[in-house]
C-alpha cells in the first residue's frame, strides 16, 4: 500500500457516516478521509429516503476535495456506481445493473446504494467538499432485513448463495 493511501477509520455504530464526513468536512478534514459503519442507525438515501444499514453490511463515506467546478459534479454519482458495480461483477455478482442514478440492483432488487452529498460557498458558488457514501449489502440474511425491506433488498451472500469473504467485497468495491 502507498504512503498516501488514506486510512479508513472503522466505527461500530454510527447514525449516519455520510452526515459524520459532512461534519467533518465543515471542520477540515483532508481529502480522502474514510468512515467505515458496521452499524448505521440512520442511513439515508436520496431525499428522504431511510437505508436500512443492519450488521452485515458494508457502510462507507469518503470526503472528497476536488479542484473541479460544481457543473463538472453530476457525473460523480455515476461513475462511483459504476465503479462499483464493475467491482462487484469481478467478485462474482455478474447480474449487477444500474439504476439510474446512484443505485445498483440484482434482479429488481437493490444490492447498492450511493449517496453523493456537497456543500458549495454561498458567494462564489465554490466546491468546499463532496461526500461519497455507499452502502453495500453483504452478508445480510432476508431476516436481517426485516420484512418491509426484505422483498426490495438482497445481499451478496443471498445472490452467490454463499457468505462472500468481507475482505473480497469490501477490497472489490473500496478499489474501484
Same mark, same amino acid.
Given at each position: 500500500?502507498?504512503?498516501?493511501?488514506?486510512?479508513?477509520?472503522?466505527?461500530?455504530?454510527?447514525?449516519?457516516?455520510?452526515?459524520?464526513?459532512?461534519?467533518?468536512?465543515?471542520?477540515?478534514?483532508?481529502?480522502?478521509?474514510?468512515?467505515?459503519?458496521?452499524?448505521?442507525?440512520?442511513?439515508?438515501?436520496?431525499?428522504?429516503?431511510?437505508? +436500512?444499514?443492519? %450488521?452485515?453490511?458494508?457502510?462507507?463515506?469518503?470526503?472528497?476535495?476536488?479542484?473541479?467546478?460544481?457543473?463538472?459534479?453530476?457525473?460523480?454519482?455515476?461513475?462511483? %456506481?459504476?465503479?462499483?458495480?464493475? +467491482?462487484?461483477?469481478?467478485?462474482?455478482?455478474?447480474?449487477?445493473?444500474?439504476?439510474?442514478?446512484?443505485?445498483? @440492483?440484482?434482479?429488481?432488487?437493490?444490492?447498492?446504494?450511493?449517496?453523493?452529498?456537497?456543500?458549495?460557498?454561498?458567494?462564489?458558488?465554490?466546491?468546499?467538499?463532496?461526500?461519497?457514501?455507499?452502502?453495500?449489502?453483504?452478508?445480510?440474511?432476508?431476516?436481517?432485513?426485516?420484512?418491509?425491506?426484505?422483498?426490495?433488498?438482497?445481499?451478496?451472500?443471498?445472490?452467490?448463495?454463499?457468505?462472500?469473504?468481507?475482505?473480497?467485497?469490501?477490497?472489490? @468495491?473500496?478499489?474501484?
Amino acid at each position: 500500500m502507498g504512503e498516501n493511501l488514506p486510512l479508513i477509520e472503522v466505527v461500530d455504530e454510527i447514525g449516519s457516516t455520510n452526515a459524520e464526513m459532512k461534519r467533518r468536512g465543515r471542520g477540515g478534514a483532508p481529502h480522502g478521509a474514510a468512515l467505515r459503519a458496521r452499524v448505521q442507525t440512520a442511513g439515508r438515501g436520496q431525499r428522504t429516503h431511510v437505508w +436500512a444499514s443492519p %450488521a452485515g453490511g458494508l457502510y462507507l463515506s469518503v470526503l472528497l476535495r476536488p479542484d473541479v467546478s460544481a457543473t463538472a459534479l453530476p457525473a460523480l454519482p455515476v461513475a462511483c %456506481a459504476m465503479g462499483a458495480m464493475g +467491482a462487484l461483477r469481478e467478485a462474482g455478482c455478474p447480474g449487477a445493473r444500474l439504476k439510474w442514478p446512484n443505485d445498483i @440492483v440484482l434482479e429488481g432488487r437493490k444490492l447498492c446504494g450511493i449517496l453523493t452529498e456537497l456543500e458549495l460557498e454561498a458567494e462564489t458558488a465554490a466546491l468546499r467538499y463532496v461526500v461519497v457514501g455507499l452502502g453495500l449489502n453483504v452478508s445480510q440474511t432476508e431476516a436481517d432485513f426485516g420484512p418491509e425491506v426484505a422483498p426490495v433488498a438482497v445481499s451478496l451472500a443471498q445472490a452467490l448463495g454463499r457468505a462472500p469473504r468481507r475482505a473480497e467485497a469490501a477490497g472489490a @468495491v473500496i478499489a474501484a
